[in-house]
């Protein structure tokens, strides 16, 4: 068990820093996003438009919390909204022609930093690490 927990201890200090470097990453990429604002605009952009609320859901986060993320993104071009057409009440939040640049770009930039990090490490590590992450990820 010792070196269970050895190897527990070592994969929640490495996926501490790993959420750090995303964190500064992210900033570096526009000095008015976060983390979480990046994550917002991803999942928008991956469903084709989705209201506040289902950001909340999705992320766990409060609305209001929400709206101040989702204001802050439209001051900056990158999100719109329109009129749901499932309920004229409610609004869609769609990325901008500028949110879609802005996501090929991080996208770009993203692949690039993950290129030159596998460099030294063979083909079936790079798949090995693939599937342990998907695994992990899907543990929730």
């Known amino acids: ?6 190897a527990l201890e070592t994969i929640q200090r490495e996926l ?10 992210a900033s570096q990429l526009h000095p008015d996003l976060s983390l ?7 999942l928008v ?3 084709g438009a989705c209201r506040a609320a289902d950001l ?15 204001g802050g993104l439209e ?3 990158l999100l719109g909204r329109r009129a749901d057409p499932e309920d004229q009440r409610g609004q869609l939040l769609r990325l901008t ?5 802005l996501l090929a770009d991080a ?3 993203r692949r690039r930093s993950f290129t030159e990090r596998f460099e030294g490490w063979a083909d079936p590590d790079v798949a090995a690490f693939a599937a342990y992450l998907v695994r992990y990820g899907s543990a929730d």
């Open 36 to 42: 979480v604002t990046y994550s917002m605009l991803d």
């Open 56 to 70: 909340a859901a999705h992320f766990m986060l409060d609305k209001s919390t929400v709206s101040r993320q989702v």
């Open 107 to 109: 996208n770009e930039q």
């Open 97 to 101: 022609a500028a949110g879609e640049q």
């Open 16 to 25: 501490t820093a790993f959420a750090r470097r995303a964190r500064q990453k």
């Open 75 to 77: 001051k900056l071009g």
């Open 45 to 47: 952009k991956e469903r």
């Open 1 to 6: 068990m010792p070196d269970r927990d050895a």
